[in-house]
């Protein structure tokens, strides 16, 4: 376990001098240039930071990409980086922890996935800086303007205990873009063949699957397993459960408001007894659960599939451009997520797009804290963040009218054109412009058709973007929920696959009981309750 840190009675001191706790005035701002840059005094910042694979194939120390450097010399700073080798992290992170002093800031992923108790204890525990009183118009102006006006971003950025924690996070998706991007698109060919029209409730789609496979259709629908790392959008994305009022493999918000577990409801037999059946009468690709999205579009480009379950960037960057574009006769169709009787309501249980990602703290060893917080507020500009999310123009990107399009890089790239692309887990924002999503973004194809119709059916926020746990409640988590995702995913491929008859589904059920389920369900309801209350 990871050693946490207290409050000693010096960060405490520092605390209140600085008047996080009395309210006492703050050191004065950073200066900004009339491009709004601020001037961080030649500051060296040190920054612990777990490198995404693709960052180790362009570099060892994230200083070297191009546009890094580029923001050290327009802020005045210099970034000292703290890379944990690449498989790692987990073990580089508890030996930091240990250490007696940590970096200014801890970017990306670990205390959110290493720190026992995750950022509230961390909070507890005095590793992490409250930096809640410099959020305003004087110190953080770019932040401030985003979230003043924005209820659902204000509660997005704020923990249970009133603090602001999310400065410097990515912001992703918008009230006007709130999107899925993963479903179910159709040969339209194949569709055409059968003289039927596209589904809108179960029944539909089971006469579609039997008719396309009457047709010779290999396999009417086509899912993927991410490479056997998880379920797969049968169960991830709630196309199909959602007929039913559930979440496929994971909790959600009722329609009386209150959390339940979808697999734990009993409705989720009859969606298991519709994949079941599905699976029985060869209309699912059997080796779904080791096939990537890759491999689902190949499979739909060798004619062997009518409807492939993908997100929209993978058909956009590999079927469209191989098979799509070079004959329109092979073009997919959206279909929407259907009901279960033409008369029903389809529950908004599809996965949206608005969240927060790529977290950064500030630490409480912090050597200069108005540095720290002035350098993430200037991530929100428009054209650092630009740079950020794009690399660097000419070799990251162009410009086709007026908006950036990333480049491609060769096989064969260079490291100065791979050091020249986007850094990763640094830009703040993602697809929160719907104009430019359709029209430039996600515009080939039926790509901007499959959004637009997709957004019309509605969303579900997904719990776990924004609740936080508590100590008791991080320890229960902690104690049960790798148990039950674990049994989860073993029994739910059993009852598709026929290797666990339904009729043991009550005892399915009672398993998960006798494995705290219920416990872990009260656990995201008071956790829902106090973000709800924020």
């Given at each position: ?127 992490l800086y409250d930096y809640t009183d410099y959020i305003g118009e004087e110190y953080t102006p770019n932040f401030w303007n985003l979230i003043k006006d924005d209820e ?383």
């Amino acid at each position: 376990m990871v050693g946490r840190k207290k409050v000693t009675a010096s960060v405490l001191a520092a605390l209140m001098a600085m008047g996080t706790l009395t309210g006492t005035a703050l050191a004065d701002p950073c200066p900004r240039n009339e491009q709004g840059y601020p001037d961080l005094g030649g500051e060296t910042i040190t920054i612990w930071f777990a490198m995404t694979s693709n960052n180790a194939q362009a570099t060892s120390n994230m200083e070297d990409y191009h546009v890094i450097k580029d923001i050290e010399e327009k802020f005045n700073c210099k970034f000292e980086f703290i890379h944990p080798p690449v498989g790692q992290e987990q073990d580089n992170f508890t030996i930091m922890m240990a250490d007696s002093t940590l970096p200014d800031m801890i970017f990306s992923r670990g205390i959110d996935q290493y720190y026992p108790g995750g950022i509230e204890m961390a909070y507890a525990d005095g590793v992490l800086y409250d930096y809640t009183d410099y959020i305003g118009e004087e110190y953080t102006p770019n932040f401030w303007n985003l979230i003043k006006d924005d209820e659902f971003l204000k509660k997005a950025v704020t923990d249970d205990e009133g603090r602001i924690i999310r400065l410097g996070s990515k912001i992703c998706g918008s009230e006007e873009a709130d999107l899925t991007f993963t479903g179910a698109l159709i040969r339209k060919d194949y569709l055409e063949a059968t003289g039927l029209e596209v589904p809108t409730t179960i029944d539909e789609w089971t006469a579609l699957f039997e008719a396309m496979k009457a047709n010779g259709v290999e396999y009417p629908l086509a899912v993927h397993g991410s490479g056997g790392n998880d379920l797969g959008p049968l169960f991830t994305t709630n196309m199909f459960s959602s007929a039913y009022g559930v979440a496929a493999d994971d909790y959600y918000i009722k329609d009386d408001g209150t959390v339940g577990f979808g697999p734990y409801e009993d409705s989720y037999k009859d969606y298991l007894a519709l994949l079941n059946q599905w699976y029985e009468a060869g209309y699912i690709n059997p080796d779904f659960t080791t096939q990537t999205e890759n491999d689902i579009m190949s499979l739909t480009s060798s004619d062997r599939v009518g409807v492939a379950m993908t997100h929209l960037y993978t058909y956009g960057t590999t079927y469209y451009v191989t098979t799509e574009s070079e004959d329109e006769s092979k073009a997919l169709i959206p279909a929407p997520a259907p009901t279960l009787k033409e008369s029903d309501t389809l529950a908004a249980l599809r996965t949206s797009s608005r969240g927060l990602g790529d977290y950064k703290y500030i630490t409480a060893d912090c050597k200069n804290v108005e540095a720290c917080v002035a350098l993430l507020d200037a991530l929100y500009l428009e054209d650092i963040d630009r740079e950020l999310a794009n690399g660097e123009e000419g070799v990251g990107y162009h410009m086709e009218d007026g908006v950036p399009v990333i480049n491609a890089m060769p096989a064969d790239a260079s490291k100065d054109e791979l050091l020249g692309a986007a850094p990763q887990q640094w830009h703040a924002y993602e697809d929160t412009d719907l104009d430019y999503i359709l029209t430039k973004k996600y515009n080939k194809g039926c790509q901007p058709d499959a959004l637009t119709l997709w957004k019309e059916q509605g969303t579900s926020q997904t719990l776990s973007n924004f609740i936080l746990y508590n100590t008791e409640e991080a320890e229960t988590r902690s104690s049960y929920q790798a148990d039950v995702d674990t049994y989860v995913k073993e029994s739910l491929l059993k009852f598709v696959m026929g290797k666990e008859p339904l009729e043991n589904f009550e005892t399915f059920q009672q398993n998960l009981k006798d494995m705290h389920i219920e416990d872990l369900i009260a656990v995201e309801q008071a956790a829902l309750d106090r973000y709800n209350a924020r």
